[in-house]
């Protein structure tokens, strides 16, 4: 019987390690059948939505974009705390954006992609991009369109998941968002997960000289 334990646990972290290993080599986005494990509570206890608006220092006139809201597991909170403001979440699928549609009445929501927002330039205070920057193929290309339409007094905020197939380390997001003209303001971090907030510095060399078609 314990040779049948250890063979199931072998099977469990070969079928993780292989989704992990297929998402990450094939930029592979998160399937809408997984739409319910974003909302179960205990994800939502260590993801914990409330500390993310208060890391952000969201402010109730604030105008808020989440990119890659998925079924709005976390845009509800932010649309809750912008009673005054705008909260906007966009996703690529149209399946995430169906099951959002209960979830956060109090948001816009919009199929778009994170290449090419389709926002005016400085219309956001705050954006957010939860478990979404590793699945992201030309992620330079979408950090600068997030530079774009955030205001230069804005933040943005980052996060990512160790359970999610995608998850990459600290130290790589904040490179790849310095990398795009932003500078790391606060971290915060536990077992299961983290969220670094950044703003944006004043010039970004990539900035200056990058538009997307
Ligand atoms: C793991 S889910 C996270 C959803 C939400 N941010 C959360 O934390 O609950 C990632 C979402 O990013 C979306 N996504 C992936 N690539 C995208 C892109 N290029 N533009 C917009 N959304 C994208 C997927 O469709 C999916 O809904």
Redesign the pocket.
């Known amino acids: 019987m314990r040779h049948w334990g250890w063979f199931a646990a072998g099977m469990l972290v070969g079928a993780f390690t292989s989704v992990r290993w297929a998402t990450k080599r094939f930029h592979l ?2 399937p809408v059948a997984v739409a319910p494990m ?1 909302v179960h509570p205990w994800r939502l206890a260590y993801r914990a939505p409330e500390r993310l608006v208060q890391l952000l220092d969201v402010a109730p006139d604030h105008h808020i974009l ?5 079924n709005s ?2 845009l509800k909170a932010f649309a809750e705390a912008v009673p005054r403001g705008l909260a906007v979440g ?4 149209w399946g ?1 954006l169906a099951r959002a549609q209960g979830r956060a009445a109090a948001a816009a929501l919009c199929r ?4 090419r927002l389709p926002f005016a330039d400085a219309s956001f205070d705050r954006v957010v991009l ?3 920057l590793p ?2 193929a030309a992620r330079a290309q ?1 950090l600068q369109e997030v530079r774009r339409v955030l205001k230069p007094s804005g933040a943005l905020l980052v996060g990512e998941e160790w359970l ?1 197939p995608e998850f990459v380390p600290w130290h790589v997001t904040r490179q790849w968002v310095e990398a795009a003209g932003f500078r790391l303001e606060r971290a915060e971090r536990n077992w299961l997960s983290y969220a670094l907030r950044f703003t944006p510095t004043a010039t970004s060399a990539s900035a200056a000289h990058f538009r997307p078609k």
């Open positions: 986005i998160t974003l989440e990119v890659g809201c998925g597991a976390l966009i996703d690529v699928q995430m778009a992609t994170a290449l939860i478990a979404v699945m992201i979408a999610a």
